[in-house]
Every structure is written in C-alpha cells, then in structure tokens.
C-alpha cells in the first residue's frame, strides 16, 4: 500500500500553460514539453518565456540587456551593415547571448540566420533581409516584458 499512497499521494503542481495537475516529479518534463508545443504556435512570446523562465541571474539580465541592444541598434540605425552581422565567436556574445537558453532562438525569430562564410572560415549571425521596424521591436518589447512562469 506504500506504493499506491507514494503513487497518488505527495505534492501536485499545476502547469501553468495548460492547467494540468501533476505529481511535482513528473511537472518537469511535462512542462518543458508545453513549452515546446507552445514554440510552434507562438515562438515569439514562447521563446522569450522560456528565457526568462530557464535561465536567472546575471546571464539573465545581462542575455536581455544584450539582446535588446542588438536589435535595438538595428532599428536606430537601418541602414549600417555593422549591426547587422555578428561574429558567433564574439566575446559579448559568447558570455552572453550563446549560453542563454532561448538567446539564439530570439535572434533567429528576430530575423537573423546562422552562416558560415567561406571567405574566413567564420561563423556569423547575420540578417540576410532587413524585417519590418515593426517586427524588431516587437521583438524586444516582448523581450523585455516576458516574465519567468514555473509551475
């Protein structure tokens, strides 16, 4: 009968995507499950969730801040090459943005793609076409008023 009370007894949690009532072991897999579900139907606000939610901290805060700052430099200045292509191996972004869960997904859903170029063997992020303003800053609006759910 332990087993049947260890079973059914203990703590429940409730997923806060789908409302679901779980035992507390099984609410992790459960939930990074939803979130992934989540991801196909909105990656925006799915992405930026999930960053707030699986990362904490000074990668946290500083993932943001950096994320924001590249997209932002983008919007402020359209037309300068500059911003629009980053080094994978950059230092900021390898402190910053590449060990943050979510960070190179944001900036793919923001436009950017992952190449390498012939020219120098180098890994870039680059933003082949330019999004609408309106898609980079929602973007960061999203970004910055995602907020951390747990179950």
Avoid: W
């Amino acid at each position: 009968s332990s087993g049947i009370n260890a079973e059914y007894g203990g703590l429940r949690m409730v997923c806060p995507i789908c409302k679901i009532s779980l035992p507390k072991p099984e609410m992790g897999p459960h939930f990074e499950n939803c979130l992934e579900k989540q991801l196909e139907v909105d990656p925006l606000s799915t992405t930026c969730t999930m960053i707030h939610t699986l990362n904490s901290g000074e990668l946290l805060s500083a993932g943001v801040k950096t994320l924001a700052t590249i997209i932002t430099n983008i919007t402020s200045h359209p037309d300068e090459e500059k911003y629009r292509k980053m080094r994978v191996n950059n230092p900021a972004l390898q402190k910053k943005v590449i060990p943050l869960v979510g960070g190179t997904e944001f900036l793919e859903i923001a436009g950017f793609v992952r190449i390498t170029d012939d020219a120098d063997d180098q890994e870039y992020f680059i933003l082949l076409e330019m999004p609408e303003v309106g898609h980079l800053e929602k973007c960061v609006a999203t970004l910055q008023s995602a907020t951390k759910i747990a179950p």
